[in-house]
């Protein structure tokens, strides 16, 4: 099984993280943000991974950390977790749609990080969330997975089924990526390795 856990404590937060690329979508979200728990266990369900992610973090003075750091922690998972790159299949990408909103997640896993993410016309708030926070996530997320990221929403009105659609779409094409692909003899790479 393609699995890693990680402890990170600062002064800032607390986290314990467990992830497993071949999983069944299990999930134990616990982060003290309600609304970045349930978009992990959005991403957890639909790539069928298995998370468990356990955070105190000092929400006293923002989110911020908190959603930043569980993007660096489940990035370095995921490093570590899909090793050496062998027989996988290196890319994905899924659209999806939620109501009137369309988003695109299309990736590489490559070895270089880079994000792209063009979403425009996110209210500021979603409930008690701050949405910029979202590619704040991301942003942690490619650094410390070294994966190429591009998320794209095609359209959509409601702020919260923007975010949802993209924590859908990147649990479908994390997955996709991360598939084993029975015809790849090797790394999917001319170089023959991919970091």
């Known amino acids: 099984m393609r699995s890693a856990s990680r402890s990170r404590t600062t002064e800032e937060t607390s986290i314990h993280l467990r992830f497993a690329i071949d999983g069944t979508g299990k999930t134990n979200i616990q982060t003290g943000v309600g609304f970045i728990d349930h978009m992990l266990t959005l991403f957890a369900k639909h790539g069928r991974f298995d998370l468990d992610v356990l955070c105190d973090g000092d929400l006293e003075v923002d989110q911020h950390h908190t959603v930043e750091d569980i993007g660096i922690a489940l990035g370095q998972c995921f490093y570590e977790a899909i090793g050496d790159k062998v027989g996988i299949t290196r890319y994905g990408t ?50 410390h997975s070294r994966v190429t990221l591009h998320i794209n929403l095609h359209y959509g009105k409601n702020t919260h089924h923007i975010i949802e659609a993209i924590f859908k779409a990147f649990g479908r094409a994390l997955a996709a990526g991360s598939a084993i692909d029975p015809l790849q003899d090797g790394v999917p790479s001319t170089k023959g390795l991919l970091e």
């Open 94 to 143: 899924f659209t999806m749609p939620m109501d009137e909103t369309l988003a695109n997640v299309t990736l590489d896993i490559s070895g270089r990080p880079y994000l792209v993410f063009n979403v425009e016309g996110m209210k500021d708030k979603v409930g008690e969330f701050d949405t910029e926070l979202v590619e704040e996530f991301f942003v942690a997320f490619t650094s």
